[in-house]
């Protein structure tokens, strides 16, 4: 067991990446605390699934926009589990919408969830680690994103490579204290984020094509990955990143 006796925080994970993250560090023997904002039965639904495995598990509701969510998540899981050993910023969100007519309301949202939403969890999260005293890993969901751009993600593209580099920057402020901090930038996975823009078979079967393995990501082949980076076999990992796209992004021509 990669997780045995450690205490996992994982953010907007009712669905998709952050559910199948919370569910495979439940097997690999953590504790989890996740946060969710918008469906408390979905929530409820992955903590009956963690507690089944034999773990403890608690869903604490939160907007990771408003700054004052973070402590409050990491108070609430200290609470139930005494301590935080592993961290990991997933919530995001991806409203495909072109560029000359962004409206500023999903353009600051976008913002405020995906990057500031990050930065606050990071922090309180962190904060809790170096007062424990006993290190920790921090695992952020950037994107492929982060190193391409996309027509209809302009206001979301920046977000992930914000994310990106506050998990570069934190390594270094981190370092010291033993907490390790990297990020995973998934290609496309198949989740709710998406389900609208790939309904479209044209544009399904145009991504599928761009993927040297031959298929849509699913939201396990990302849930391995972040369990190795938050694990003791990635102990001398950090300020690094991880990219889980069945190879698109190599794939020029
Ligand atoms: N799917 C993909 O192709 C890729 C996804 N990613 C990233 O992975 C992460 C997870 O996305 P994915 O699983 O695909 O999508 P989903 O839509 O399935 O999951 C996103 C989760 O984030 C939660 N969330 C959204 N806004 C907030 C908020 N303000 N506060 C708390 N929780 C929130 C949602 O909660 P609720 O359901 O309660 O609204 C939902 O559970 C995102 O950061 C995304 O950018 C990166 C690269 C590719
Ligand atoms: C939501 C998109 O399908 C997905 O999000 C990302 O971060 C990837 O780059 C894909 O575009």
Do not use: W
């Not at 998709?16 to 919370?22: K, L, S």
């Not at 504790?31 to 089944?52: K, M, Q, T």
């Not at 007519?101 to 913002?111: F, S, V």
């Not at 391409?148 to 992930?160: A, C, I, L, R, S």
């Amino acid at each position: 067991m990669l997780l045995q006796g450690k205490t996992v925080l994982i953010t907007g994970a009712a669905h998709g990446i952050g559910r199948a993250t919370a569910i495979a560090c439940a097997k690999q023997g953590a504790d989890v605390a996740i946060n969710y904002l918008n469906e408390p039965e979905a929530a409820a639904a992955v903590v009956a699934e963690i507690e089944a495995l034999g773990k403890r598990a608690i869903a604490v509701k939160g907007d990771v926009a408003d700054a004052a969510s973070a402590p409050a998540f990491v108070e609430a899981a200290v609470k139930a589990f005494g301590k935080i050993d592993v961290f990991v910023s997933n919530a995001g969100i991806c409203p495909f919408h072109a560029f000359l007519d962004m409206p500023a309301e999903i353009l600051e949202r976008t913002m405020r969830v995906n990057l500031h939403g990050a930065y606050y969890m990071v922090q309180a999260a962190a904060k809790r680690m170096q007062q424990q005293g006993s290190g920790g890993a921090i695992v952020a969901i950037s994107s492929i994103s982060a190193l391409v751009g996309g027509e209809m993600q302009t206001h979301y593209t920046p977000t992930k490579a914000g994310v990106h580099s506050l998990m570069q920057s934190c390594a270094i402020a981190l370092g010291r204290y033993g907490i390790r901090c990297n990020s995973v930038l998934p290609g496309t996975i198949a989740t709710d984020i998406n389900k609208e823009d790939l309904a479209d078979p044209a544009k399904k079967k145009y991504m599928e094509g761009r993927i040297p393995l031959g298929r849509l990501g699913e939201p396990d082949d990302v849930a391995g990955c972040v369990v190795f980076l938050a694990s003791d076999l990635a102990r001398y990992v950090t300020g690094s990143s991880l990219l889980v796209d069945g190879g698109m992004f190599v794939n020029l021509q």
